[in-house]
């Protein structure tokens, strides 16, 4: 996703919490446990084949989270709550999604399982202050950093949206303690289908309060978010670069 540019003020005095823009989500208490049991025992058990899952001793069960995975099919936003939702974690994904998506009945769904919106073709401070304030009340978001899905396996360039969020949340509060997970999704297939073995790796936590320095500036808040997207990429290229080397045998996935 793209994002506007820091506000030239400080992004401690732009971001307060009474100023942030009202709440476009939630998670429904009948609709989101009735959706995280259907998927965790019903729709991914009986869809894919063996599912390998490491790294679920690194999601941290409280604070704010962003998790940075890897966007191989729409299938990611149904392993990843299986993977790190309720069932390990006993906490609900937060998905941020593109617009396009929150039309009409699914739209309807997806904003009552928590997810919110951000217009990729004209992104908004206030949908980005509103992911802020969702890390200010400790939740776990999901923001996918490649943008759209991409099937081949490698990793693509990462969009600064999802940095330059979490540097400001941190610059709006003192001892946030916002970290990201980066997340590598593989399939056996480029479109997984019935019987598709997945993997699944979940990596060590960024603590994005390193990326901050007492400079408030908005050039000292660019550049910090700027070098966090560098290095979670390196992270993600690092993390895919190990398991093909385990497996080299593995076929490549299509484009």
Not at 38 to 64: E, K, S
Request: hydrophobic share 40%.
């Amino acid at each position: 996703m793209k994002s506007p540019e820091f506000p030239e003020s400080s992004a401690a005095a732009l971001v307060k919490v009474e100023a942030i823009a009202p709440a476009r989500s939630r998670c429904s208490p009948v609709l989101t446990p009735l959706a995280y049991a259907l998927g965790q025992h019903l729709v991914v058990p009986a869809y894919f084949g063996p599912i390998t899952i490491t790294g679920q001793d690194r999601l941290p069960t409280h604070g704010p989270v962003i998790l940075a995975p890897s966007h191989r099919a729409r299938w990611d936003s149904i392993l990843l709550p299986f993977a790190t939702g309720r069932a390990v974690t006993g906490r609900d994904l937060r998905f941020m999604v593109t617009a396009d998506e929150v039309k009409g009945l699914q739209g309807w769904f997806i904003r009552r399982l928590g997810g919110f919106a951000v217009n990729v073709r004209r992104p908004t401070v206030a949908s980005l202050r509103y992911g802020i304030d969702l890390l200010l009340e400790g939740e776990m978001l999901v923001i996918y950093p490649e943008g759209g899905i991409r099937r081949d396996d490698r990793v693509h360039p990462f969009k600064p949206g999802l940095a330059r969020l979490a540097v400001q949340a941190v610059a709006a509060k003192a001892g946030l303690g916002v970290q990201v997970l980066p997340v590598d999704i593989f399939y056996g297939e480029a479109y997984p289908s019935w019987r598709c073995p997945v993997q699944i790796t979940i990596g060590e936590p960024v603590p994005v309060q390193t990326y901050l320095s007492d400079d408030d500036s908005p050039e000292a808040l660019k550049a910090g978010a700027k070098q966090l997207t560098k290095d979670l990429q390196t992270r993600l290229e690092t993390m895919v670069a190990t398991r093909q080397s385990a497996a080299p045998s593995q076929p490549p996935m299509l484009s």
